[in-house]
């Protein structure tokens, strides 16, 4: 029993490792993230048509997107570390597209942090700061033009790799329900930052 034990455990460990590591487990997870971000991001945007009315709807969507968000950028990086590190599998998989690299990418994480970073900022701050709420608007004009170009690039491949993980299938049993607890847990922790920042968009209104 113990020796099975022994044996067991690193099959277990490999298994939770290739659940978030490997090319396809990742790759699933970037759509997922993506997917739900897809269904999301609108949502925040369609506060901006009236951002008067929905300023604290505005404030508390935007720090729930934070995990998932995270977790995109998360899953994503990692795909560039392990394949410019030289991983086989991630090789095989091949690079992604040269614009995307070179222009899309560094300008999309760069006002996807910029944005999110100073809207918590303007929150934070007894308050507004024109320079803040500079960086917040800059960011956002930035960040717009990124986004579109990176779902209009990935789009096409995005529900194929998202539904494989939703769908019941003899394959990787494991590691899709860790990827799907991983997203959920996002969203919950989203709900989590949502629920502890309503006292400080209140505040922010007084």
């Known amino acids: 029993m113990e020796a099975l034990t022994r044996e067991g455990r690193p099959a277990r460990a490999a298994?939770?490792?290739?659940?978030?590591?490997?090319?396809?487990?990742?790759?699933?997870l970037t759509a997922t993230t993506g997917l739900i971000l897809l269904v999301l991001l609108p949502i925040e945007g369609l506060t901006l048509l009236s951002l008067h009315s929905f300023l604290s709807l505005h404030m508390l969507i935007g720090v729930a997107l934070i995990p998932?968000?995270?977790?995109k950028m998360g899953s994503t990086f990692?795909?560039?570390?392990?394949?410019?590190?030289?991983?086989?599998i991630f090789r095989e998989k091949g690079p992604p597209q040269l614009v995307m690299r070179i222009l899309v990418a560094p300008a999309l994480v760069a006002s996807t942090i910029g944005l999110f970073g100073s809207g918590v900022a303007l929150m934070l701050l007894e308050h507004p700061n024109s320079l803040v709420f500079a960086i917040h608007k800059v960011s956002f004009i930035i960040w717009l033009g990124a986004i579109g170009i990176h779902v209009l690039a990935y789009?096409?491949?995005?529900?194929?790799?998202?539904?494989?993980?939703?769908?019941?299938?003899?394959?990787?049993?494991?590691g899709r329900r860790l990827r799907?607890?991983?997203?959920?847990?996002?969203?919950?922790?989203?709900?989590?930052?949502?629920?502890?920042?309503?006292?400080?968009?209140?505040?922010?209104?007084?």
């Open 155 to 174: 789009l096409q491949h995005l529900p194929g790799f998202a539904v494989a993980d939703w769908v019941r299938g003899k394959q990787e049993a494991v």
């Open 15 to 28: 298994r939770l490792r290739t659940a978030f590591t490997g090319a396809d487990g990742n790759a699933r």
């Open 180 to 206: 799907r607890r991983a997203v959920v847990a996002s969203l919950l922790a989203g709900g989590g930052v949502a629920l502890v920042a309503l006292p400080v968009v209140a505040a922010w209104h007084r």
């Open 68 to 71: 998932p968000v995270a977790l």
């Open 78 to 88: 990692y795909r560039f570390f392990r394949y410019y590190t030289g991983s086989a």
